[in-house]
């Protein structure tokens, strides 16, 4: 009994004694998090009872997400490519390896996608409710970009160690699409940038062309007896990640970008993943 009350006691004490610093350490570690890069770049100095402002914040930091993302599928394929770089983006983020940079990306995505709950609950007009709904698509497409790259690592690493001749070109020419997709894409997330809406769509048509193209490749591959029915299953399972991804990102920057009638067109293309 002697010894519970010693430690009830000296538990008490201590709430007592850090009771009013609670406030100075908070800020504390809030500001020790800002300094390791854990934090949104707009989105947590934006103040809700401003809808306006906060969905402008909101737009710019959907559009630096987007170029994460990028940069995370470059640095999957080790692509030395400055077309995605930008200085707003924290150095922290830039020097993390491809993990890394993933769990980073849901944090963020995490944070984003409660902060558009709640600048959902504010009072808003039918044209700010119809950007706040593309900007929460924009995201949730990032972030499917993401996903599709991330699968596609062990894939990507076994084409890329392959000492078939047909497999390693594959990986080399991805790698190569990707970072003309990426020189083509980062630069319309620039603010000074005005996007097109043909732009975009001419990109979505390689996208589309270059699926179909060379999926038929593979089997012609496949019939030649290029490749074995389990190095094809691999090939295809790979591109649809890749190009998965490709449609993501396209779909992300026209939902960022475009207003509602711009974004519609994209509704009716046609798609490339049957």
Do not use: W
């Amino acid at each position: 009994m002697a010894l519970v009350f010693f430690q009830t006691l000296v538990n008490l004490l201590s709430i007592l004694l850090f009771y009013p610093f609670l406030g100075q350490l908070s800020r504390f570690l809030e500001n020790r998090n800002s300094r390791n890069g854990d934090e949104t770049l707009y989105i947590h100095r934006s103040d809700l009872q401003l809808p306006q402002a906060a969905l402008l914040a909101l737009e710019n930091e959907t559009r630096t997400f987007i170029r994460m993302v990028l940069q995370f599928a470059q640095e999957a394929f080790q692509l030395k490519d400055s077309s995605c770089r930008d200085t707003t983006i924290k150095k922290r983020y830039q020097s993390m390896n491809v993990q890394e940079k993933y769990d980073h990306l849901k944090f963020l995505y995490g944070d984003i996608h409660g902060f558009c709950i709640r600048l959902h609950q504010q009072v808003l007009g039918q044209e700010e409710a119809s950007k706040l709904e593309r900007l929460v698509a924009a995201i949730r497409n990032a972030m499917y970009a993401a996903k599709s790259i991330k699968d596609a690592i062990p894939d990507m690493h076994q084409l890329e160690h392959s000492s078939n001749d047909i497999k390693y070109a594959f990986y080399g020419q991805t790698k190569e699409v990707l970072l003309l997709f990426s020189q083509k894409a980062c630069p319309m997330l620039d603010i000074a940038h005005t996007p097109l809406v043909e732009e975009l769509a001419e990109i979505y048509r390689k996208v589309t062309v270059g699926y179909a193209g060379t999926v038929q490749n593979f089997y012609m591959e496949n019939t030649a007896g290029g490749v074995s029915e389990t190095e094809i299953t691999t090939l295809l399972n790979f591109n649809r990640e890749i190009y998965t991804a490709f449609k993501s990102f396209v779909f992300a920057i026209k939902d960022c970008l475009f207003d509602k009638k711009e974004a519609a067109y994209f509704d009716e293309l046609p798609g490339f993943i049957r």
